[in-house]
C-alpha cells in the first residue's frame, strides 16, 4: 500500500518541486521508518525464527544457521549418543550427518509455542527424508522440543532435543523403463 501511495504521490509532488532541488533519504532516516514500524509479537518471532532455522539447516548454510543458535547449544540427537554441546561441536556433528545423505528435506507440522517473557520454547513433530549414501531412501518421523532465550532482540536456541519415533530405509524406486517381475 505504502507503494502505491508513493506512485501516485511522486507526479503531483514533482511538479510542485520542479525548481527545488531533489534529496534522497538517508540511511538514519531510512532507519527510523524500520523502527517505527509495529513490532512483531514474540510468538511470531519464535515462529519465524524456528521455520528460517530449519531453512538453513535443510540447505546447509552454516553460517545463517548460527545466528539462530547459541554459541553453548546443547543438542540432544534421536541416537543413543552423549549430548553434543557448543555451537562448535554442533557444527562437526551436522557436516558429518550431511556428507552422508544429499537431498535432504524436512517438514514441520504440528507446532506449539510457549513464550514466558524472554524465554521460549517451541515444539513440533518432524518428517525428515533423504538419500543415503549408496542410494537408499531414508525417512524419520520424531518429534523436536527447542528452548529459546532473547538476549538482545533476537531468539536463539540453547537446547534442541530431538527423538525419533519411526525410522525407514527403502531401496530407490526401480527406473520406468525397467522390466517388472511377472511382466514380460
Given at each position: ?39 512483531v ?8 525464527a ?17 545466528k539462530?543458535y ?5 543438542m ?48 513440533y ?18 518429534h523436536?522440543?527447542?528452548v529459546?532465550n532473547?538476549?538482545?532482540d533476537?531468539w ?16 530407490p ?12
Amino acid at each position: 500500500m505504502f507503494l502505491a501511495l508513493a506512485l501516485v504521490a511522486t507526479p503531483a509532488a514533482a511538479q510542485k518541486n520542479k525548481n527545488k532541488k531533489t534529496t534522497t533519504p538517508s540511511t538514519d532516516t531510512q532507519t527510523d521508518l524500520r523502527s517505527a514500524m509495529p513490532a512483531v509479537p514474540d510468538s511470531q518471532a519464535v515462529d519465524q525464527a524456528v521455520g528460517e532455522m530449519l531453512g538453513y539447516w535443510q540447505i546447509g548454510d552454516i553460517d545463517s544457521l548460527h545466528k539462530y543458535y547459541s554459541d553453548d547449544v546443547v543438542m540432544v540427537s534421536g541416537a543413543w549418543e552423549p549430548p553434543v554441546i557448543g555451537w562448535d561441536n554442533f557444527v562437526k556433528a551436522y557436516q558429518a550427518q550431511r556428507s552422508s545423505v544429499t537431498g535432504g528435506r524436512i517438514e514441520r507440522s504440528n507446532t506449539y509455542l510457549k513464550v514466558n517473557g524472554s524465554s521460549a520454547w517451541a515444539t513440533y513433530q518432524f518428517l525428515y527424508v533423504a538419500m543415503a549414501n549408496g542410494g537408499k531412501i531414508v525417512q524419520f518421523h520424531g518429534h523436536t522440543s527447542l528452548v529459546l532465550n532473547k538476549p538482545g532482540d533476537r531468539w536463539v536456541i540453547v537446547l534442541n532435543h530431538s527423538s525419533i519415533v519411526d525410522s525407514t530405509t527403502s531401496s530407490p524406486a526401480p527406473p520406468a523403463d525397467s522390466a517388472q517381475p511377472g511382466r514380460p
